[in-house]
């Protein structure tokens, strides 16, 4: 009898959990208010952090409080060409500039955006990590709605009065930039709470892993398993329908 392995060990519930220590916080839209909706209201860029878990930078804007409120902070994604003391507006009376958040009935068609609301008020869903960037293609006014280009190439079709913020995500061409060692590599996996190094099975002891041991490193069975093999047994193909590789149709023309 073999010991628990990875596959087990991990479970429903994921590795051990990371703690909120290095967390900023939620990086999401203030909440949709009357001001924002028939109006604008505005705020200073306080601040600018990095996020530890998306590895994007992001602002702290202040807002002015009513007269019976104090002023209070919120975190927005950064957009290209922002600077400390920045105003920012936000509203449906807020101008086409960079860095500032309307709705998608007020932008002009061909500019980028991003942090694109998927439901009106959701604080922002589509377009958020570094360097990334969504781009208008029409509006329908009858119907209120507006046709999107993603990052993805698709065309997604979504409410005219769901908000998003003018320009494209800070950090952009991060990835260009090697890791060189595999420390900085194992790092970058910690802050994503992901378990790195992963070790190749066939590499593993025969008791760690059914696919381990052998004078090679080979699997030495069919990797396909039932639907109802035990936890420790059910490990590659999973009830695969089918295994190998595809045969290209242009084989049979050319015979």
């Known amino acids: 009898m073999g010991k628990i392995i990875s596959a087990q060990r991990k ?12 967390r900023i916080g939620k990086i ?9 909706k028939y109006g604008m209201i505005k705020g200073v860029i306080s601040k600018f952090y990095i996020d530890t878990v998306k590895k994007v930078p992001t602002i702290k804007i202040k807002f002015k409080g009513s007269k019976y ?9 950064a957009v290209e060409k922002l600077y400390l003391n920045k105003t920012i507006s936000c509203g449906i009376d807020a101008k086409p500039i960079i860095g500032n958040v309307l709705p998608l009935c007020k932008i002009p068609n061909g500019i980028f955006i991003c942090n694109v609301e ?12 570094a360097g990334a960037f969504v781009g ?38 991060k990835y ?3 890791l060189l060692k595999a420390g900085k590599n194992y790092y970058k996996f910690k802050s994503l709470n992901k378990k ?4 190749r099975k066939v590499a593993s002891n025969p008791v760690d892993h059914p696919h381990g041991g052998g004078n090679h490193q080979h699997v030495g069975h069919p990797s396909t398993v039932s639907r109802r093999s035990p936890p420790g047994q059910k490990v590659g193909l999973i009830a695969a329908r089918r295994s190998g590789r595809k045969k290209s149709r242009n084989m049979h023309f050319n015979q």
């Open 11 to 22: 479970g429903k519930i994921g590795f051990k959990k990371q703690g909120s220590s290095r």
């Open 118 to 129: 998927e439901k009106e008020g959701d604080g922002g869903k589509i377009a958020r990590s």
């Open 69 to 77: 409120l104090r002023n209070y902070y919120e975190l927005y994604i």
């Open 196 to 199: 790195y190094p992963i070790v």
């Open 28 to 36: 999401a839209y203030r909440s949709l208010t009357h001001e924002e």
């Open 136 to 173: 208008i293609l029409s509006h329908s006014k009858n119907k209120n709605l507006t046709k999107l280009k993603l990052p993805s190439k698709k065309v997604k079709i979504l409410s005219s009065f769901c908000r998003a913020t003018i320009g494209v995500v800070a950090g952009g061409g």
């Open 176 to 178: 260009e930039k090697p």
